[in-house]
């Protein structure tokens, strides 16, 4: 969907059926004009975090934080887009 649509940003839930969040991100990143990409997940461990920036994440929103912390995140990757 991310080739065919190219957005900008995705959102990437760490635990998806078939394939896992970390997969995903890293098979998005190395596309040509890469998206920004947010982890987000139950879990809000330190080192579930980790894992989803060397996935290549760009923000990682734990899911318990989502409505608080989401749009400050959009913000701070939106802002290299130009007006």
Same mark, same amino acid.
């Given at each position: ?15 998806? @059926? ?6 995903? #991100?890293?098979? #998005?990143?190395?596309? @040509?004009?890469?998206?920004?990409? #947010?982890?987000? +997940? ?8 980790? +894992? /989803? ?18 749009? /400050? ?9 130009? @007006?």
């Amino acid at each position: 969907q991310v080739r065919r649509h190219g957005p900008d940003l995705v959102l990437v839930d760490l635990k998806m @059926p078939g394939m896992d969040g970390l997969e995903a #991100i890293r098979r #998005i990143k190395a596309l @040509p004009a890469a998206p920004k990409a #947010i982890a987000m +997940s139950m879990e809000d461990f330190p080192e579930t975090e980790a +894992s /989803a920036y060397a996935a290549g994440a760009d923000a990682f929103v734990a899911k318990k934080d989502f409505g608080e912390k989401l749009h /400050a995140a959009v913000d701070m990757l939106c802002e290299w887009r130009e @007006p």
